[in-house]
C-alpha cells in the first residue's frame, strides 16, 4: 500500500515559480512510476507530467514542456513538480500518483494504482 501526500501549492502571480512535492510512504517507492495531472474547475483531468525512473523517461504533456520539470528524491520518497513561468491557465488541483507496472503508459490516469488528495495551484493575472 502507498500513501501519497502533495504539499507546496498556493496562489502565485503569473510568471512565478512553485515546487509542489509528493511524499511517499511505503519501500517500494523507487519501483513505481510517478506522475502528476490536474483538474481545473469544470474540466476533465489532465495529464502533466511522470517519470519511470526505472527506464530514464519523462514525459510532459505540450503545455508545460520547458516551463515543467519532474523528479524525485528516492531517498526521501519523494517526486517534484518543479514549475516555472505559471501561466494563469495553469490554475487547478494538481495530484500526484503512483504506478506499480512502470511499462503501461503513464500518460493515462487509468494506469495509476495510487493517487494523493491534491494541491490547489492558484496563478493570477
Known amino acids: 500500500q502507498v500513501q501519497l501526500v502533495e504539499s507546496g501549492g498556493g496562489l502565485v502571480q503569473a510568471g512565478d515559480s512553485l515546487r509542489l512535492s509528493c511524499a511517499s510512504s511505503g519501500r517500494a517507492f523507487s519501483a513505481y512510476a510517478m506522475g502528476w495531472f490536474r483538474q481545473a474547475p469544470g474540466k476533465e483531468r489532465e495529464f502533466v507530467a511522470a517519470?519511470?525512473?526505472?527506464?530514464?523517461?519523462?514525459y510532459y504533456v505540450d503545455s508545460v514542456k520547458g516551463r515543467f520539470t519532474i523528479s524525485r528524491d528516492s531517498a526521501k520518497n519523494t517526486v517534484y513538480l518543479q514549475m516555472s513561468s505559471l501561466k494563469p491557465e495553469d490554475t487547478a488541483v494538481y495530484y500526484c500518483?503512483?504506478?506499480?507496472?512502470?511499462?503501461?503508459?503513464?500518460?493515462?490516469?487509468?494506469?495509476?494504482?495510487?493517487w494523493g488528495q491534491g494541491t490547489q495551484v492558484t496563478v493570477s493575472s
Open positions: 517519470i519511470a525512473w526505472d527506464r530514464g523517461i519523462r
Open positions: 500518483a503512483a504506478a506499480r507496472d512502470t511499462t503501461a503508459n503513464i500518460r493515462w490516469s487509468s494506469e495509476y494504482d495510487y
